[in-house]
């Protein structure tokens, strides 16, 4: 069974602060995406990547960045935080690139902003 | 430009009951797939089924079924004699156009409960 972790269920920061959420699966993967979910919109996409050191911005990429510096690791990076980044944010990869093939999704990181 | 829509925001029903979730599609493409993630109070998205467009045969999985049309853009999902571990919310995706590493189309989710 494909296994995404993220690595807090829950977090909490301050305004101004640069906070990292990290994502990691053990499939080998070669598409790993960042979603933020929130009440009556949905899942949007912030940033995707399909392969090591490349990244594409999603939908709602203002105030993101990525890194993919390992096939396995996806890291969001919000620069400096705002109360409006309060949300849950979803991790989710994806075995080839064009092949429309399922995501698997990690639990899911509950960030609140101060 | 893509978009999935699914009208019921939340669906209410007894144990026992059958419910079915709708999900109405817009795409210019020809070639397309079509998914149904479930997503329980744990939070994970659990994928359901994948379905592609040159396929409108229905689907089958236990309690579980699927009506793809295509003349009316639906890909609806029907749960039999509902219970209660089916409580989540379901989504339903849309797959991008090929050469964009497979990036999904969500809709807005719809929150199924289903008491005693």
């Known amino acids: 069974d494909v296994k995404v972790t993220q690595s807090s269920r829950y977090l909490v920061k301050r305004t101004g602060e640069k906070v990292f959420l990290e994502c990691v699966q053990d499939?080998?993967?070669?598409?790993m995406f960042w979603y933020r979910q929130d009440p009556g919109l949905g899942l949007r996409l912030i940033y995707f990547s399909y392969d090591v050191k490349m990244k594409e911005k999603g939908d709602i990429p203002e105030g993101y960045s990525v890194s993919r510096e390992k096939k396995e690791r996806f890291s969001l990076i919000l620069e400096s935080a705002s109360t409006n980044q309060t949300s849950m944010y979803l991790c989710?990869?994806?075995?080839?690139?064009?092949?429309?093939?399922?995501?698997?999704f990690g639990d899911g990181t509950r960030l609140s902003i101060l | 430009a893509q978009k999935v829509t699914q009208a019921q925001t939340e669906i209410s029903v007894v144990e026992k009951e059958d419910v079915t979730l709708d999900c109405v599609y817009e795409?210019?493409?020809?070639?397309?797939?079509l998914f149904w993630y479930k997503q329980p109070p744990s939070g994970e998205l659990v994928f359901l089924i994948r379905r592609n467009s040159f396929d409108e045969q229905n689907e089958i999985s236990g309690r579980y079924s699927w009506n793809f049309q295509k003349s009316t853009s639906s890909f609806n999902f029907t749960i039999t004699a509902s219970q209660v571990v089916d409580s989540a919310v379901y989504f339903c995706?849309?797959?991008?156009?090929?050469?964009?590493?497979?990036?999904?189309?969500f809709g807005t989710g719809t929150r199924l409960q289903v008491t005693l």
């Open positions: 499939m080998d993967h070669e598409n």
């Open positions: 989710a990869s994806s075995l080839i690139r064009y092949s429309n093939q399922p995501q698997h």
């Open positions: 995706a849309l797959s991008e156009p090929t050469g964009t590493a497979s990036k999904l189309t």
């Open positions: 795409t210019r493409d020809t070639t397309y797939y």
